[in-house]
Structures are given as structure tokens and as C-alpha cells.
């Protein structure tokens, strides 16, 4: 039994060796994008630095999900939006950086309110051209609407299916809600054309792989809050939440408050996640908040296994790989293979990719030691 | 109602408003004031659909003593601790824990705090956790979220849920998974928990099913040692047990008391034998 603090959390086994694993990769494909030429066989191009930092962002996004998912048992279907969320506020500080450098060259107004003749910045924009204010917006416009979002689900004690449509129903909402000019975030076309970001080009290569590592270290520093989290007594209670929800009431514990507690950390995360996202892609649009995406990332962490942390990890990196080739080599096909992806892993791995390897631990770790051993005795003989 | 109505309903004169009543009795909020009696229910009424689960049931139970609920099928029996524990509200009639608290006011949260622990009919315990995590989930302990993130388990805390573990006989399996111990053991493991609540009054809700000859002794040996200390109010169909164990047994039937006293007692009375036997 784990009792975590965060400096346990830190130093325990499966911490280091995620952060060992996540840390090298990031580190090797840095190098090799660094050191060696352009032509040169083990050279990272720029876009696979970029495409590494996506997929760092989707995974934290996928952490994200499982505490709220895999250890305390709320099926959000709509996650997408706090990501969203986040990075719209990161893209709004994106926007106001451009300054004059915008088609229509006006210093203060992002080149969508020119073309839709505002003569003045909403008071929502205000603020948002220091970094440090869009950093607070990051973390708490997304914690802030998980707050209310679920003190007034959880107090209601909407659960289960309910919740899901409920969650499905507030990430449509808020894309329908983005779609509209007269909101000011840029209608359909959202916000996009940055330029820099802390006066670093976004174009650069040095700044790709800045963003890499940042995502790779705010993913690090996630992971290990998680297992914090999932380790301490609330760790505890939330997965008794779970799974009995109605005797941790009886034993006394306020359960709403902790789903409550877990949902807007989780939230918070996403919106992290988000925020990292959008320099990477180069933009952000009402297309985040889509339902489709949020079922996705169900799905990231369905394949990977719930409750395990890492297995939400490795199954968005996985599926989103898949994702990338497969779309490549027929795009139409794509929904089709994520739609059975998830049916098979429903139907045959339950517990997911981790799930299955953790099954057959035992058998192959003792093939493997047999095989050793024969080879030693080989080696002898 | 009309205004002067409600005007008058405000200002009676036969009552005080309640913060005047708080003042004369100073009683701290979820400390439970009990004297002669620990549990008061008066004329309370369920109703389900019609059907009326609990109809004008009015029974006391007093502090430190050992009662025994039963009853046939249908009787109320687990209405009755529904509406004590919170879980449901009656339609009428009032329920106080001690000389203050109305349960018909509280959470089920709150009803816990204050010291009202519950073991269900079928066992309920927290299937993925060990059963020395299910007792640190139930111990007697701040409850709140951020309390919980930073809270690490006391020597003293350690060395309690130990000795529960030690009174429930799991000791030998303080570290396997709740889910997997045997019917007999998840009961223990409850009844276990409920006294990690500290509480001043357990009701317990059929606490020998499933169990073997030996566990059922063990049983009635424990539930009989806590009585004194704690209020304890058991429901059961088991007659052998409770006569093994029962001083005052109280029947019901159709949703209010039938009768009231001894095993002997109970057992003579005619309306008893007649809803039991038939005419």
C-alpha cells in the first residue's frame, strides 16, 4: 500500500522509470534533430519534433481523463473542452503578439475583429498580451468551468450515463457557442497565423524543440502529481467513490466534494495540455470543442487501460501514431478502424494494452529467464 | 395560507424560534446530546407508491442497550433504518438522534459524522481495497478532500485499525483485496468498519447471513460486548440468534410496532404467534 507524498510519489519506481522513458525519448529526438545534418540518416526533421510535441500534449490529455475516468469512475464526454479551453487562452495571447505584424497591420486588433470592422479590443481581450495573465487564464478558465460544471452535476448526483451526455452535451454547446463571430474568439476560423511566443519565432526550430521538452516536462511533473494524487488517502477514497459510492457516504465522507476535487484537477490539466497544443499546431478553432474529439480520447485511454496512468499514456501515443499513419495512407478509412479499435478493445482487453501485458507478465518473464537460463547453460556446455 | 396566516405560524406562542432553543441547550454542532434515550422515532410514515412502508411507527431505543428488530418480510425493517441513516425521508413524524439532532434534517454524510454507523443487509465494502484500507477509509478522521490528499496514517491510527482487524478476525488477512474474501469475512469486514466510525449508536442489518456455525457464535459474542458502550439495534430473521443474544426485542409487522419485551414475552403474545404462524 502506497501512502504518497509528493516527494514518494517523486522517487518511486514506476515514476522513474516513466520519467526515464518519456525523458530519453525526448532528449534523443532533440539531438538528433540538433546535431546531425539535414541529409543524414538519423536525422529528426523539425515536423516529427512537432509531431512528438502533439502527441505529448494528447497524452497529458489522457492522463488527464484517466484520474477523472479510471479512478473515479466519471466517463467525461467532453473533455475536449477544457483542452479547448486552455488553448484558446493561449491562443488569444498568441494573437496579441502579433501586434502590427497582421494582414491588416492594426497594432492592437487581431486581423478577425478588422475584418469584421470592431473598432475597439472586447474587454475579454484586455489583459491577455502578458503572458503571465494568459497563464492564469490557462489554468483557470477551464478549472473554473469544471467547478461549477460539476458542483452543480455532483450535488445533483447525476451519475454515470447521464453525466457523459451531460458532459457530451456542454463541449457542444461551447463548440456551437465558438462558432459564432459575435462571440470574439474569430467564428469558424478561429485564431491562428502566430508568430511568437515569449519573443521566440514560432517558426524556428530551436522553439519546436523548446515546446517538445516543455511538454514532455509538464507531462513528467503530471504524472507525477497524478500518482500523488491516486497514491494519498484521497486517492483512496476517490477509487472507493467508485466503486461504492453510496458506503463512502455512510462512512462519512462528502463524496461530491471529492469527485468535485478530481474533476477540476483533471481539468486543469487539459487545459494545461491545451495551452502547449496550440503553439505546436500553429492553431486553435471551434473544431476542438467537437464531440468526435472528446470520444476519441476515450478511446486513447480504453486502448491504453484505465487506472494505471501510463497506460492512458501509452494508448494515446499509440493510437494517435496510428492515427497519423493511417490517415496518410487512406484518410477516409480512419473513423472506420477507430470505431472497430474500440469495439475489439471492449470486447477483448478490457484492462487494454497494459491490462493485457500485465496479464502475461508472469508467463513471459518466466520464458524469458528459461531462455536465459538455457543460453547460460549453453554458454557452459 | 394567507399572510396573516403564515404571520401567525411565525409568531406562535407556544414555540421558540430555533437559534433561542440553541441557546438554552448548548450543544455543539454534530455532538449528539444523549440522555436516557440515544433514538427517538415518532409517528413516522413511508410511503412508497401508495404502499405504506412505515405506518405511524414510534419506537425509542436507549442509550447503551442491545435491540433486536424483527419481523416477516415486508415489515419496514429496512425503511426503518433508511429514513435513520438519511437514505430516505419520511412523509411524516419526527426522528431525533439524542435530545437534538433531527435526522430528518441531515445528509446521510452528516448522520455518519455524527455517529451513526450502518452495516447493509448485503455487504458492502469497498471490493478494490485491502481490508486494512477498507478500516483506514471508515476510521473516525477528517474527512475532506484536500485533508485527505496530505493526511498519512498515525502510529496510534496504525495501531487502532490493527486492533480492529484483530477484533473481526482478518488479521491473517489484513492485505488481501476486499473482493475476494469470503461472504462470511465482507461481513466482518463491515461490521469492522462501522466500528472504525466510532459510533455511538450501530444498526445492523442482518449480520449472520452466509455466516457458519462458529462465525454466528463469534458473532453474537462481539455484537453483545460493544452494547454498554455503544447503542446497538440489530435486524435479523435468525429466532435462535436472537434469543442468543437479545434482552429487549421489539416486532414488527405492517410497518408499525407489534409488540415489545422479552424474547418470552414476544414469543407468548397471540398477535405475535398469529402473524407469524397464521390464524
Redo the contacts between chains.
Sequence with gaps: ?R?S?FKTALTDRTARHFIGVLFAATLLAVLCNQLFPADSALHVSSYTITLMGKYLCYALLALALDLVWGYCGILSLGHGAFFALGGYAMGMYLMRQIGDRGVYGNPTLPDFMVFLNWKELPWYWHGVDHFWFAALLILLVPGLLAFVFGWLAFRSRVTGVYLSIITQALTYALMLAFFRNELGFGGNNGLTDFKDLLGFSLQADSTRVGLLIASAVALAVAFVLCRW?TG???G??V??VR??E??????????E??KL?VFTVSAILAGIAGALYVPQVGIINPGEFSPLNSIELVVWVAVGGRATLYGAVIGAIVVNYGKTVFTGLMPEAWLFALGGLFVLVTVFMPQGLTGVVQQNWPKLKARLSRNTDQETSNDCA | MTALDSLRETFRRDQVFDFMRQGTRPVLPGQVDAGKNILYLEDITVSFDGFKALNDLTLYIKTGELRCIIGPNGAGKSTMMDVITGKTRPDSGTCFFGQTLDLTRMSETDIATAGIGRKFQKPTVFPEHTAFENLELAMNAPKGAWHSLFSQLSGEQRDWIEQTLATVGLLDDRDKVAGLLSHGQKQWLEIGMVLMQKPQLLLVDEPIAGMTRQEVERTGELLKSLAGEHSVVVVEHDMEFIRSIASTVTVLHQGSVLAEGTMQQVQNDPKVIEVYLGE
Design positions: 500500500m501512502h507524498t494524487i494519498s488517502k484521497l483512496r477514497v477509487l472507493a466503486d461504492a453510496s458506503r463512502a457516504r455512510f462512512v462519512g465522507y462528502r463524496t466534494h471529492y476535487w
